[in-house]
């Protein structure tokens, strides 16, 4: 199996923390009285990821290097742990 990476953030104290969430997951847009629909695209939006926990996500390593960039360019404080998950022999 690919390594895994492990990749912490934290939005607190943060003023704009649902803007950032916004940026990092994406979300739906209604418009006049939700007769249009509009899908904006965050920086998870293309990678698959799994949530761990509230700031915490698990991403596959080939990912890292775009989510990472993602993360900066918002100006988050994020912690990064690359992590071997071997498979059992049955």
């Known amino acids: 199996m690919e390594p895994m ?3 912490s953030y934290s939005l607190a104290g943060r003023r704009n923390a649902l803007e950032l969430t916004r940026k990092i997951y994406g ?3 209604f418009s006049n009285n ?7 695209e965050g920086i998870l939006s ?8 509230r700031g915490t996500i698990l ?3 080939a990912d890292e290097k775009k989510v990472i960039s993602g993360f900066v360019k918002l100006k ?6 690359t992590i071997n998950i071997l498979g059992r022999n049955n």
């Open 5 to 7: 990476v492990i990749i």
């Open 34 to 40: 939700s007769k249009y629909k509009y899908k904006r």
């Open 46 to 53: 293309n990678v698959k990821y799994e949530k761990l926990s």
């Open 76 to 81: 988050l404080k994020i912690k990064v742990l």
């Open 27 to 29: 979300y739906n847009e």
């Open 59 to 61: 991403i596959s390593k």
